[in-house]
């Protein structure tokens, strides 16, 4: 067999390409009361917002970094780091009336058409303010409000935005998200009121172009009784050699007899933080699923949470994550059950090449009342090479003598043997060793948006490129 070189990194030209800032507002770096206050005022937010951004600044100032879960973010300074920059353009509601550089940059990214063929509604964001924003007229027939969090703000939803906003993941939970909540911008507001079907996805992509920059959207979802909604979240940036910050929250509401799918690929850059913080919290008889892929930043730290409140509550979490050479990806999801017959399926795949870090995290917690609750947490990691790294940090905490609790990790290389059969069917070994990589994450891929899971599997092909010398 011919000896086998490193495996090359990913093609990333689809995401690589960067735009000029001519023009572009953008606050200077650092974090201070002046520039949160900043931030307020040209969104001309309410006082209550105002308020609360600095009570988070406060916070962030006074919390340590997190010292028992997470990965090294020692490399981040955040005095380097701008937490607002915009393009001077104005929401559109019609791709025709964004600016041809940034409609440039989504066309690329095969959003419009994917609006076109299979989505419900549509949210864009570059850098800190949404540009584009959309959503099929029959869902707005139906009461199905997806807008920004800023237009719902100065809306009839207001009373709304005040009740949700902060209260699952709230600015003391960590110093990112006190972060997040001194200098969030842009994001989604989401309301499917009770006895709705979506028939189609919404989708909000993610998109940031400058420099020394952090992206800080928030997404709050809020589904009533009896409803059901897929969200899609896409993520991406352009490579630099100075540190990017993304440190988005997402809050997510399900009431009784509802089924929600969270769906999302980030794909940001190797120069990246992806500090990102997701909950959700579920109501009685209702399903929750995660769906997640992620394939980017210098490091990662997600860890979607699931509070099951309500009987016979179910969530499902899916994930994948893929590092290369440069990257610690400490990923993973913590589920609270409290309710009566809950279960928590957990599945998640990594993959290690280059010297890449693949950590995942689980903590389960299984409170007193929830009677003969189930949780199963299954991860299993595929290393490409002698210097890569996989680590498994599962915590389990039960307090219910009926429940049932499980726990597998497995940690495997490509065989010799399966590649070698494999090209004695006629495969080159590049063509063989995509195939096992392709067959490892396939329990992932069919579960996310047939368009995301075709990127999926390109981003693994080029991946593997190169595999043979």
Not at 399 to 423: K, N
């Amino acid at each position: 067999m011919a000896e086998r070189t490193q495996v090359q990194d990913v093609d990333r030209s689809l995401y690589d390409f960067t735009k000029s800032e001519e023009g572009y507002e953008r606050y200077a770096d650092g974090l201070t009361p002046e520039i949160v206050r900043s931030i307020s005022a040209k969104k001309d937010e309410p006082e209550w917002m105002l308020q609360m951004r600095l009570d988070a600044l406060e916070t962030y100032q006074n919390l340590a970094m997190p010292a028992n879960w997470g990965p090294d973010t020692s490399g981040l300074d955040m005095s380097h780091i701008s937490t607002y920059v915009s393009p001077k353009t104005k929401q559109a509601s019609n791709w025709e009336e964004v600016p041809e550089d940034i409609k440039d940059t989504f066309e690329r990214l095969g959003i419009p058409q994917a609006e076109r063929e299979s989505l419900a509604g549509v949210g864009a964001q570059y850098d800190s303010e949404i540009v584009y924003h959309n959503m099929k007229e029959e869902m707005a027939k139906q009461g199905v409000v997806y807008t920004t969090i800023e237009d719902a703000l100065h809306s009839e939803y207001e009373p709304l935005v005040k009740q949700y906003f902060g209260k699952l993941i709230p600015p003391r939970d960590h110093k990112f998200a006190a972060l997040h909540y001194a200098v969030w911008s842009g994001g989604s507001f989401v309301y499917v009121p009770r006895g709705i079907t979506v028939d189609y996805p919404l989708q909000s992509y993610f998109r940031l172009n400058a420099q020394g920059a952090g992206q800080f959207e928030h997404t709050l979802i809020i589904c009533e009784d009896d409803t059901n909604l897929h969200f899609i979240e896409g993520c991406s940036a352009p490579k630099y050699y100075a540190a990017n910050l993304h440190a988005g929250a997402v809050e997510i509401f399900v009431g009784n007899r509802s089924h929600m799918r969270y769906s999302t690929i980030e794909n940001w850059s190797k120069n990246m933080f992806n500090l990102n913080t997701k909950r959700v919290t579920v109501g009685t008889d209702s399903q929750m699923e995660w769906i997640s892929g992620s394939f980017g930043s210098h490091v990662s730290y997600l860890y979607p949470t699931s509070i099951m409140k309500g009987d016979r509550s179910s969530v499902e979490f899916t994930g994948i994550t893929f590092a290369g050479q440069n990257q610690d990806l400490d990923t993973g999801c913590k589920v609270i059950l409290q309710g009566a017959d809950t279960t928590a399926s957990v599945e998640t795949k990594s993959i290690s090449k280059d010297g890449g870090i693949n950590t995942f995290r689980s903590s389960v917690v299984i409170g007193r009342k929830a009677e003969r609750a189930r949780a199963s947490v299954s991860c299993s990691s595929l290393m490409l090479d002698d210097i890569s790294r996989s680590d498994t940090i599962p915590a389990m905490d039960v307090r219910c003598g009926s429940a049932q609790v499980g726990h597998e990790a497995t940690i495997g290389r490509i065989s010799d043997d399966t590649i070698l059969y494999l090209m004695s069917r006629g495969c080159s070994e590049e063509e063989a060793r995509t195939m096992v990589v392709n067959g490892f994450a396939n329990p992932v891929s069919k579960e996310l948006p047939l368009e995301y899971a075709v990127e999926m599997n390109n981003l693994i092909k080029l991946e593997m490129e190169g595999a043979i010398g």
